[in-house]
């Protein structure tokens, strides 16, 4: 394991380890955060790449609770099997910086989360000093191509706020890119 991801793997069992009840990983990859989740969870864990989702099947722990969907997340096969206010968790790591439609996926969190329930997020995002941010939104397009759809200029925080969810916990950092994590709730109506 590089260094890099020795200190996103902290990062994950800090904020996977507790989660309870039924969650959506979305964009599960090889499946790296399965082994984080405790007992007492059902993970209904989204990949559209069939081939990472082969690897991420090796990677469930013996006598988990976890189903893979080969889907992406805005998909129809997935919006029919999550009903509204269902989940207990939806967790992103690395993802929404890919989504095409990344608006609907989380409006979708919102809708599938139970009020009580948490959105944990680890992505990169856009700079937030002008320069730095001009520089990603030039280069965005190349790295696009090159990163798999990655986008290197998502204001994912700003996003996330902006659909009603509100930070219990958030943390902005640097890790060669400009990072952030945080738990969230639903904005509370009213
Ligand atoms: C950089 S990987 C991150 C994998 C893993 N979540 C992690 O933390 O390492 C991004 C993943 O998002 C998946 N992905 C891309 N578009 C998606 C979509 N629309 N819905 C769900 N996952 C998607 C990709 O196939 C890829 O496996």
Request: one cysteine or more.
């Amino acid at each position: 394991m590089g260094q890099f991801e020795k200190k996103l793997s902290k990062k994950r069992r800090g904020l996977l380890a507790d989660l309870e009840g039924k969650i959506l990983e979305v964009g599960a990859g090889t499946g790296i955060n399965f082994q984080f989740y405790g007992k007492n969870t059902e993970v209904i864990a989204v990949e559209p790449s069939l081939d990472m989702a082969k690897r991420a099947r090796l990677k469930i722990p013996n006598g988990s609770n976890i189903t893979i969907m080969e889907h992406g997340v805005n998909a129809q096969a997935v919006i029919d099997v999550i009903p509204n206010e269902s989940l207990d968790a939806v967790v992103s790591t690395l993802v929404l910086c890919t989504v095409p439609n990344v608006e609907l996926a989380i409006q979708n969190f919102y809708k599938w989360l139970k009020p009580s329930g948490k959105l944990i997020l680890i992505e990169h995002i856009r700079p937030k000093t002008s320069l730095k941010g001009k520089v990603f939104d030039f280069i965005n397009p190349a790295w696009k191509v090159v990163g798999d759809g990655c986008n290197l200029n998502r204001n994912t925080d700003q996003l996330i706020k902006n659909a009603g969810f509100v930070p219990t916990y958030e943390k902005y950092y640097d890790m060669g890119l400009p990072w952030y994590e945080g738990v969230f709730t639903r904005r509370k109506k009213g």
